[in-house]
């Protein structure tokens, strides 16, 4: 059974910096895209940050840009996602997400990803 979990979430101030994790498993995760959107109350899902099969091309939303980092480690089937200089508006669920037919400026679309996460939340107070 295909299964990514998310964790890390929590509450921070403004300012403060959390790192999420998602661990994969049921199948290797190393030829997938791999990427987090995030969902804010009375809003849409959004695309956040994704990360090439071999780390070596990532891609952000401009709101994140330079305050987020996304790596990944192909051996243990794992994505990460190190949030720095947190503010409010950050304040959200973030989901976990892979994709195999996918590449380029794809991997900004939400519906070209296969599998999800439940999503972990993250609160940013100020």
């Known amino acids: 059974q295909v299964q990514l979990v998310e964790s890390g979430g929590g509450s921070v101030q403004a300012g403060g910096s959390l790192r999420l994790a998602c661990a994969a498993s049921g199948r290797s995760f190393s030829s997938d895209v791999m990427g987090w959107f995030r969902q804010a109350p009375g809003k849409e899902r959004e695309f956040v940050t994704a990360?090439?099969?071999?780390?070596?091309?990532?891609y952000y939303a401009d709101s994140v840009k330079g305050r987020f980092t996304i790596s990944r480690d192909n051996a243990k089937d794992m994505v990460f996602l190190q949030m720095n200089s947190l503010k409010p508006e950050d304040t959200a669920v973030y989901y976990c997400?892979?994709?195999?037919?996918?590449?380029?400026?794809?991997?900004?679309?939400?519906?070209?990803?296969?599998?999800w996460g439940q999503g972990t939340q993250v609160t940013v107070s100020s």
């Open positions: 990360i090439g099969r071999s780390g070596d091309i990532r």
């Open positions: 997400a892979a994709g195999l037919q996918l590449w380029g400026q794809m991997s900004r679309t939400e519906s070209r990803y296969d599998y």
